[in-house]
């Protein structure tokens, strides 16, 4: 390899694997750390159940969980549940998105629309959502209905309540200058209102895709027969386990992935943000 | 020749929202414009001069008074002057095409033919080739000619300008002024341009108007007589000296031999 | 329909984002930039939105009190604020409530301090070595993205029915919020302070007492009032999800009998609890950012 050839005589002479391999490494430091953490734990985790340190019914192990996940892709439980639970969880993050915006949209155009809105936005800020679950139960019962309804429910703040400040900070200069050159109200709206609100949108979309994980998930456990959540209730109710750990995975992956989608699509309207400094 | 822009004893009283007594903004305020003149008004912060701007666009209704625009009153009348504001008030989220576009579309004109007719526009005022790019991307000299784009793509009878260079670093200022210059020769439209600074009202203007401090009344209508075109030597030349001095006396009270009055000095 | 956006900056100007650590406070609360309406209201005190507010509150409590009573709606489904007035009554002087907010309230307190004890330090150490931060970095955003009410069953499983499962529950949650609040902390920190510390010769510790601390703890700060909510969030559910007593036993018993009533009253303790503790928490950090000087 020619690495060793360009080497540094002094600085990092000793190092076998030369400047070049080694600047290569310095570069991606910080995805290889994190590979290494992974794996490590998971050696650790793996060895520490092999040498019976900890028991296997209460930890499981590495190999074990893989394993069960062939097992239950195979199998008519893991996947059916998983997509009881992914349409409950769009049903209902999609109406919290219909109702949220224009819900925020007008507490943010219109004061007295917002004098109204506001102690109830801030009521159901503060007002821990899982407790509102069993009032829903009384009223919905169990089941689907019920469960679109709570993630509607979890999801519908973050909506209304950034909407209405993002219209609410439609910039003074923008809407003047509009006034001056006739702008109608539609125009203004669709123009400069909805464009300078979109940046809180998206923040507000990036939250609710959680807070709706969340709420699905809390339907799922205390208030439904099917999905993933249910299945974890299962898993626990019966001491399985891998099953358990397999359908936490299953969810953490999911809220993974989407909570970067949203942060890969949100910094994309960064720039719209608007500056003062022209 | 009938004036574009005459303003007859123009009164603007406002009452102050929490002392509720009432304040004198402008004071029979009168003036005619005539087409393709450069006029400038200057005075000392809060005199009245932004806010005479704003009656003229029709944004502000004065107390007593008459004004019009080719002989019909501006609040009835749209389009008939565009606005190039102190901040450049670009929308972040259009490239700069569609910003320039932005005063035609208010006016009803659809995308595209809006956007046509934004592009010579764009040419004029050296900005071909950044179409496509967005706000962020310019410099605060280049969005001060997307904002004066936008407001001579609408073909206004007048243009009407708040500070637009108040916002830019001393060189790029004095770039742009010798720019505006060559714009307007080009476009040849009839301007209202409002600033503090004595040293670009005289170097731009055919006339420059000069308020008093509150109220805001016209205590001087002078005529720059620097031949035109004007470059930016123009400010070392004595002629220019003696105007900015002039103006500046009217301002400050006579000189008294100050260091100041040679200068192109603030106001306010 | 006027315009709200310039005049009236009070309520909330903040954005809301809790998943990304939320921003430390950086100074007070804006003032209420609200004019003052002169005339018969104001002589009341009354700006424009009070007089909204209050006719939105008691407007609506009227429509549902009214609806109740005349039969428009099924009190045993909805309730009426007489009748939540009345159980609020009833549970208070009842045999079980004081126990419940007991049990709820210990396993809160222990979790809640556990978690607060060691994240901190954890924070610390992961943002101070940077590699070991790095190392750790996979694990504490897979748990950071799973909504945390997901190990309910797991730690469920591994303690029981119990007061140490409810503690391991408000530990688990608000301990990932508060340790990724303190990490963030630290990273805010440039590497150059750092650098710059180095060549002057400061000590490690110094360094560390001077700058690190000072900028990291309004995060942490901004973090533990993120996590309060958390935490009861997790308690509750933690107790609605398998428990013998507690609120969140008590919520779901009513829900279970069906009484509405009963329900609304524990939520509205839950809100003023929940209210109530980040309102002090907010407090203190005001302090904290006042005594730090604006850069």
Same mark, same amino acid.
């Given at each position: 390899m020619s690495a060793s050839a360009t080497q540094a005589p002094t600085a990092v002479g000793s190092d076998p694997l030369g400047t070049r391999t080694l600047r290569w490494l310095r570069k991606r430091e910080r995805i290889l750390l994190g590979v290494l953490g992974v794996i490590a734990v998971l050696g650790f985790w793996e060895f520490a159940v092999v040498s019976g340190w900890i028991r296997t019914s209460t930890m499981s192990s590495p190999t074990i969980i893989v394993d069960r996940i062939v097992f239950e892709l195979d199998g008519d439980r893991l996947i059916p549940s998983l997509w009881v639970t992914l349409r409950a969880y769009l049903i209902g993050l999609a109406l919290a998105t219909v109702v949220g915006i224009p819900l925020g949209f007008l507490g943010g155009w219109s004061k007295r629309a917002s004098y109204v809105l506001e102690p109830w936005l801030a009521g159901l800020n503060a007002t821990?959502?899982?407790?509102?679950v069993p009032l829903i139960l009384i009223w919905l019962g169990i089941g689907q209905t019920s469960k679109v309804f709570i993630v509607f429910l979890f999801a519908i703040f973050p909506y209304a309540f950034n909407t209405m400040i993002g219209v609410r900070q439609s910039e003074a200069e923008f809407l003047g200058m509009a006034r001056s050159f006739g702008a109608s109200q539609p125009k203004v709206i669709t123009s400069i209102v909805l464009p300078g609100a979109v940046p809180y949108m998206m923040t507000a979309a990036r939250l609710a895709v959680g807070r709706a994980l969340i709420g699905v998930v809390v339907a799922e456990l205390v208030a439904s027969n099917t999905g993933l959540g249910f299945l974890i209730s299962i898993a626990s109710g019966t001491f399985d386990t891998p099953l358990l750990m397999v359908s936490v995975l299953f969810v953490g992956v999911f809220g993974l992935i989407m909570t970067e989608v949203m942060k890969a699509i949100e910094r994309q309207f960064d720039k719209w943000r608007p500056e003062l400094t022209s | 020749m009938q004036p574009v822009l005459k303003a007859d004893s123009i009164g603007m009283e406002y009452v102050h929202p929490r002392t509720g007594r009432s304040v004198l903004a402008i004071e029979d305020f009168s003036v005619e414009i005539e087409p393709q003149q450069f006029v400038t008004i200057v005075g000392p912060s809060g005199c009245g001069k932004s806010t005479f701007l704003k009656i003229a666009n029709g944004l502000l209704k004065p107390t007593s008074g008459t004004i019009s625009i080719h002989g019909e009153d501006v609040q009835s009348t749209r389009g008939s002057r565009g606005t190039v504001f102190q901040d450049a008030s670009l929308l972040p989220w259009y490239t700069v095409l569609r910003n320039a576009a932005y005063g035609l579309e208010c006016q009803g004109v659809g995308r595209k033919e809006a956007e046509e007719r934004a592009l010579p526009v764009l040419e004029l005022v050296g900005?071909?080739?950044?179409? /496509?790019? /967005?706000? /962020?991307?310019? *410099?605060g000299g280049m969005r001060q000619r997307v904002n004066v784009a936008r407001a001579l793509a609408i073909d206004p009878e007048i243009l009407l300008m708040d500070e637009?260079?108040? *916002?830019?670093d001393a060189q790029t200022r004095e770039f742009m002024q010798s720019e505006l210059l060559g714009i307007w020769s080009k476009s040849s439209k009839t301007v209202l341009f409002v600033t503090h600074q004595i040293d670009e009202a005289v170097y731009l203007s055919d006339r420059v108007l000069v308020m008093s401090a509150r109220p805001g009344r016209l205590i001087a209508d002078i005529t720059i007589d620097i031949p035109r075109p004007r470059s930016l030597r123009v400010k070392r030349e004595a002629r220019f000296v003696e105007l900015v001095g002039q103006v500046w006396d009217l301002l400050h009270g006579p000189a008294t031999g100050d260091l100041e009055s040679t200068g192109a000095g603030h106001v306010g | 329909m006027t315009k709200a956006s310039h005049e009236n900056q009070s309520a909330g100007t903040t954005v809301i984002d809790d998943a990304a650590v939320a921003a430390p406070v950086t100074g007070a609360d804006t003032p209420s930039g609200e004019r003052v309406r002169r005339g018969f209201w104001g002589r009341w005190g009354m700006t424009e939105q009070r007089v909204y507010v209050a006719i939105s509150v008691i407007g609506f409590l009227t429509v549902w009190e009214v609806a109740s009573q005349l039969g428009w709606i099924r009190p045993l489904f909805f309730s009426s604020p007489t009748a939540v007035f009345a159980a609020a009554i009833r549970e208070i002087t009842g045999p079980n409530f004081w126990n419940n907010l007991r049990v709820s309230m210990l396993a809160f307190s222990i979790g809640f301090s556990l978690a607060i004890a060691l994240s901190i330090p954890l924070g610390l150490m992961f943002g101070w070595f940077r590699r070991l931060g790095h190392f750790f970095d996979p694990w504490l955003r897979f748990f950071y993205a799973t909504p945390r009410i997901t190990y309910i069953p797991l730690l469920v499983l591994w303690f029981g029915l119990g007061l140490e499962s409810k503690i391991a529950l408000v530990f688990a949650g608000p301990f990932i919020t508060i340790l990724v609040g303190t990490l963030e902390g630290v990273r805010t920190v440039p590497t150059t302070y750092l650098d710059v510390a180095r060549s002057y010769g400061a000590k490690q510790f110094q360094f560390f007492k001077s700058v690190l601390l000072p900028t990291t703890v309004p995060f942490i700060l901004a973090a533990t009032r993120l996590a309060v909510g958390i935490g009861i969030v997790a308690i509750v559910l933690g107790e609605m999800y398998a428990?013998?007593?507690g609120i969140g036993h008590m919520l779901m018993q009513a829900a279970h009998n069906l009484q509405a009533d009963r329900v609304l009253f524990a939520v509205l303790l839950l809100t003023i609890l929940g209210v109530g503790l980040s309102k002090i928490l907010l407090a203190i950090e005001n302090r904290v950012a006042d005594w730090k000087p604006q850069t």
């Open positions: 821990p959502t899982v407790a509102l | 900005l071909s080739g950044f179409e /496509h790019a /967005h706000p /962020h991307e310019l *410099s637009p260079f108040a *916002s830019l | 428990s013998q007593a």
